[in-house]
């Protein structure tokens, strides 16, 4: 009888700590405290007869993913169950991709295991259903199109009283359009000056204040960030391994420099200070492997006499990379993502190129060839 007991209660405790464990946040964050509380505040979870939206509008960048995190690290006990859907406008572009997340949120929230949804107009229909009986937390990360709200989210009449769910989005419009209004719409600011020097020191030191003879460099390269903690992640990352204020100075003199205006710009000066070991891994991520296992990946470069385990330790110490270390899995941000796959998109015309992602353009570079 023991026997048959104890799997039961491993189960049972497994799916409380997986509803309840932390999802992981910055590896050094600045500032989430206060920005937590205001979307706490604008979730109002003592309305227990309300089921609330709550929107996070801002560049990207800027943080809404994690401020995202953190609220649902804040809040999740206090409801039956939570569910953190991410990259929705990425993941949607596979094959059934909205019928997929919207098996997600079932599975999540209700521990299923054997639904299935075999289109649009049932999937929403489950949740609708299905989903109603308990208090849940769902959040929707990084969508682009009201589309994909409408199938997963789609009416505050689905969810049971008390249930909260929480949208991220680059794109404004897409929370108008969802019914959201101005006060339900938190515009997630970029950092203030301080809180930039204090996230730049943080990766370039490891400390909180810079070095008292890198003062003034610090401040002057953590201000052309523009307050976006992406940018000020990957530049205190470069930095860190510079020792010399002449080294400082010449990287601060090519941040300044036209090529490297912009967001991307600026990611792509820690880019260009790779070897072309770590360059090549980098790329291949960005095109290919965002979101998949490390480990054929790993094989596969070894094969082709590249140094994996080196090269990624770098890449995953300049903040360009990061490995879920539950999945096991590659992690880009869409930002650097972004840089990467220009890299190669100006390299040449697509025949020419090192690598191709887009479908058609496989398609027309195969039958071009022949
Ligand atoms: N408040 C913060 N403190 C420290 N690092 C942060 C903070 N907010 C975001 N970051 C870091 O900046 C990067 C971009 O944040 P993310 O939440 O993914 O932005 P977005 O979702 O708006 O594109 C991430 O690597 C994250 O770890
Ligand atoms: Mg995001």
Not at 61 to 85: H, L, P, Q, W, Y
Request: hydrophobic share 40%; glycine share 6%.
């Amino acid at each position: 009888k023991e026997q048959k007991l104890i799997p039961f209660i491993i189960k049972r405790i497994l799916a409380y700590v997986s509803k309840v464990a932390p999802l992981e946040l910055a590896k050094y964050p600045v500032g989430l405290h206060s920005r937590v509380q205001q979307m706490i505040n604008l979730l109002d979870l003592e309305a227990s007869n309300d089921v609330i939206m709550v929107g996070i509008h801002g560049i990207g960048g800027v943080g809404k993913t994690t401020i995202a995190k953190a609220t649902r690290n804040a809040i999740a006990s206090r409801f039956e169950a939570t569910c953190f859907i991410s990259d929705v406008k990425n993941k949607v572009k596979q094959v059934n991709g909205l019928a997929s997340l919207q098996l997600q949120i079932i599975t999540e929230l209700l521990n299923d295991k054997h639904s299935t949804i075999t289109d649009l107009s049932q999937g929403t229909n489950l949740i609708e259903r299905r989903i109603h009986s308990r208090r849940v937390l769902i959040i929707i990360d990084d969508v682009d199109d009201h589309e994909q709200l409408k199938e997963l989210v789609g009416s505050r009449s689905w969810f049971c009283h008390g249930s909260r769910i929480i949208i991220t989005t680059r794109y404004k419009h897409v929370l108008n359009v969802h019914g959201l209004k101005e006060e339900e719409i938190y515009e997630l600011q970029s950092l203030t000056p301080r809180e930039s020097l204090e996230l730049f020191s943080l990766h370039a030191f490891g400390t909180a204040t810079p070095f008292k003879e890198y003062a003034r460099l610090s401040e002057e390269i953590a201000s052309t960030a523009e307050g976006l903690p992406l940018t000020l992640e990957v530049l205190g990352s470069l930095f860190f391994d510079k020792r010399g204020e002449e080294g400082w100075e010449e990287s601060l003199g090519r941040l300044r420099k036209d090529e490297h205006n912009g967001v991307h710009g600026k990611l792509r000066l820690s880019y260009e200070e790779l070897d072309e070991t770590e360059k090549h891994i980098f790329l291949d991520i960005a095109c290919f492997l965002q979101g998949k296992g490390t480990e054929n990946a790993i094989y596969m470069w070894r094969e082709s006499g590249l140094f994996p385990v080196i090269g990624l330790k770098v890449l995953i110490h300049k903040s360009l990379v990061k490995i879920d270390s539950i999945f096991n899995e590659f992690r880009m941000h869409d930002q650097i993502q972004e840089m990467g796959r220009r890299i190669v998109s100006q390299e040449h015309h697509p025949e020419l190129r090192s690598r191709l992602w887009r479908s058609d353009e496989i398609l027309d570079v195969l039958q071009y060839k022949k």
